[in-house]
């Protein structure tokens, strides 16, 4: 476990104490692997909101709640981003490059999304203000901000492909989705590079089920959708969504 993991347990685990002293605890935004942390740490007797601003969010914020409070705002504003796309060319590179650009933390932005011809991003609630009269061009292109109120769908685009599997071993399903040995795949989970539902996983022989992310570095990641049943000779269909 690294030390910035260490870390982000410890604060986890301060902030459920303060939480339980009856105070609502903003944190910023994390990845999915932290949001599974989160998870598992939750005790019973408070509640744990994660909200990305977008249906479906990759980044999510996390809000530690008492469980007297009823409703809690998440503290989180999303923007569309009203450009001329005569005069420049949007990417999530240069969309996240131009708000760092404005000394704000990583954390404090939410997913930037593209869909169709549209940019969205989510940001927190603290640094909002300040995004309305800083962030004003991209690449030297001058831009506009509108806020959205209606929840938006982050839309994840998947590769469908049915797999023939003898088992839903990791390792049988991480060699099946990248064309490896079990060997291979076997090595690579011991060596920690392999990620189940973002958390990672030694364990060559876990089970997988569906619903369940696996995320291989330097390869990709991918979903078991589904089990489809099996072929008559008792081999596992499974169908496999690999993010794009």
Do not use: W
């Amino acid at each position: 476990m690294g030390n910035e993991v260490e870390f982000f347990i410890k604060q986890i685990e301060s902030n459920i104490r303060r939480t339980q002293q009856g105070k609502i605890i903003y944190m910023p935004f994390v990845d999915e692997q932290k949001q599974e942390l989160v998870k598992q740490k939750q005790p019973m007797d408070i509640d744990i909101i994660l909200d990305g601003g977008f249906l479906d969010a990759e980044y999510k914020r996390i809000i530690f709640v008492p469980k007297t409070f009823n409703r809690v705002d998440s503290k989180i504003r999303v923007y569309q981003i009203l450009y001329n796309p005569r005069y420049v060319t949007l990417h999530h590179r240069k969309v996240l490059g131009a708000l760092l650009g404005l000394g704000i933390e990583r954390s404090s932005i939410g997913d930037i999304l593209f869909l169709e011809d549209k940019v969205y991003f989510a940001c927190t609630e603290e640094i909002s203000e300040y995004i309305l009269n800083s962030f004003k061009t991209i690449g030297g292109v001058p831009i506009e901000l509108e806020e959205k109120q209606e929840k938006i769908q982050a839309l994840k685009n998947l590769r469908i492909e049915l797999h023939i599997l003898s088992s839903l071993r990791l390792d049988v399903l991480v060699a099946s989705a990248y064309h490896l040995s079990r060997a291979t795949a076997s090595t690579m989970i011991l060596e920690g590079l392999v990620l189940l539902n973002h958390l990672e996983c030694k364990n060559s022989s876990k089970q997988v089920n569906e619903n369940d992310i696996i995320s291989v570095r330097h390869k990709g990641r991918f979903r078991l959708m589904k089990i489809e049943g099996k072929t008559r000779s008792e081999k596992i269909k499974a169908t496999l969504g690999f993010y794009i």
